[in-house]
């Protein structure tokens, strides 16, 4: 059964639906706007049961404890340092355990760029979790658009929280996308990083973090976009450009420091990825 009552100590704020369209006639909040949001601590028989879906799209952040979420008849299970993201009008529910309830941040969303936000992160109703590298990031944006409503409902407070739910979104995207600690992907990941001045072949990183070349390649395209030498390659590049803002090292000795031994290789790749050469990049007037 659903739990009427709220639960102790809880917060707990709803933008009045008449604000909340005329916020989606506006041109920021029509994109994105934040309905409702809370904070539910030791979340006991929370249960909700929504069988035609919700208007708006649901975030849920697991800070403690755990419980269970059914999208679309696919139920699973809520552990701490998770995320759930409910699209909009897909039927659904969700319930805290009864030994150790959830403690959750969460709230609601609605907007036209809800679609995009939900592609970057890479959630959909068959895998509606994102695990958190860094669940206190997230915890404090939801804090901030929870104490902002908490306030009040006009027009400048619900952009606000509309940027701040922005913020919220890309960091869900970027822990969907970057590695755990430990996992093969952010080992491999460091490797290059302490070798910028070094060349790597592909099938021997592989075998050092213990997975097969194709699948390497995969992680990497997966994260990044790119394969593993473009990874490499950029973040050669982006030590040779604070060495050419911040150095006087002459153009040579700047690619010797980002292993490139011949000159006018280090050149031809730099002007390949910056479309200049390092001489034309370094008198260019930036800030």
Same mark, same amino acid.
């Given at each position: 059964?659903?739990?009427?009552?709220?639960?102790?100590?809880?917060?707990?704020?709803?933008?009045?639906?008449?604000?909340?369209?005329?916020?989606?006639?506006?041109?920021?909040?029509?994109?994105?706007? $934040?309905?409702?949001? #809370? @904070?539910?601590?030791? !979340?006991?028989?929370?249960? &909700?049961?929504? +069988?035609?879906? *919700?208007?708006?799209?649901?975030?849920?952040?697991? $800070?403690?404890?755990? #419980? @269970?979420?059914?999208? !679309?008849?696919?139920?699973? &299970?809520?552990? +701490?340092?998770? *995320?759930?993201?409910?699209?909009?009008?897909?039927?659904?529910?969700?319930?805290?355990d009864d030994d150790e309830p959830w403690t959750i941040w969460w709230c609601h969303v609605r907007g036209s760029d809800l679609a995009d936000l939900w592609s970057a992160i890479g959630v959909d109703a068959d895998r509606p979790l994102v695990s958190l590298r860094?669940?206190?990031?997230?915890?404090?944006?939801?804090?901030?658009?929870?104490?902002?409503?908490?306030?009040?409902?006009?027009?400048?407070?619900?952009?606000?929280?509309?940027?701040?739910?922005?913020?919220?979104?890309?960091?869900?995207?970027?822990?969907?996308?970057?590695?755990?600690?430990?996992?093969?992907?952010?080992?491999?990941?460091?490797?290059?990083?302490?070798?910028?001045?070094?060349?790597?072949?592909?099938?021997?990183?592989?075998?050092?973090?213990?997975?097969?070349?194709?699948?390497?390649?995969?992680?990497?395209?997966?994260?990044?976009?790119?394969?593993?030498?473009?990874?490499?390659?950029?973040?050669?590049?982006?030590?040779?450009?604070?060495?050419?803002?911040?150095?006087?090292?002459?153009?040579?000795?700047?690619?010797?420091?980002?292993?490139?031994?011949?000159?006018?290789?280090?050149?031809?790749?730099?002007?390949?990825?910056?479309?200049?050469?390092?001489?034309?990049?370094?008198?260019?007037?930036?800030?």
């Open positions: 059964m659903e739990r009427r009552e709220g639960f102790a100590n809880q917060r707990l704020t709803v933008v009045p639906r008449p604000a909340v369209a005329e916020a989606l006639t506006r041109p920021v909040t029509r994109r994105l706007v $934040v309905t409702d949001a #809370g @904070w539910f601590p030791r !979340a006991y028989r929370h249960l &909700r049961i929504r +069988p035609g879906g *919700a208007e708006e799209a649901i975030v849920i952040v697991c $800070v403690a404890g755990g #419980g @269970w979420v059914d999208v !679309a008849g696919t139920r699973v &299970r809520v552990t +701490p340092s998770t *995320a759930v993201l409910i699209p909009p009008r897909v039927p659904h529910s969700y319930g805290a860094a669940v206190d990031r997230v915890t404090v944006l939801l804090d901030e658009i929870v104490s902002a409503l908490e306030r009040d409902q006009s027009p400048a407070r619900l952009l606000a929280t509309a940027g701040i739910a922005w913020r919220l979104m890309t960091q869900l995207a970027v822990d969907r996308r970057l590695p755990e600690q430990g996992e093969p992907l952010e080992r491999a990941m460091r490797y290059l990083e302490e070798r910028v001045d070094g060349a790597i072949r592909v099938s021997d990183l592989a075998r050092l973090v213990g997975v097969s070349t194709s699948h390497l390649g995969a992680l990497f395209r997966e994260a990044t976009g790119g394969g593993v030498l473009a990874y490499h390659t950029g973040l050669k590049m982006a030590r040779a450009r604070r060495l050419l803002d911040t150095t006087d090292l002459h153009v040579s000795e700047v690619g010797r420091e980002v292993g490139y031994a011949d000159p006018f290789y280090f050149s031809r790749q730099f002007s390949r990825v910056h479309g200049m050469s390092p001489s034309d990049y370094r008198v260019q007037r930036k800030g």
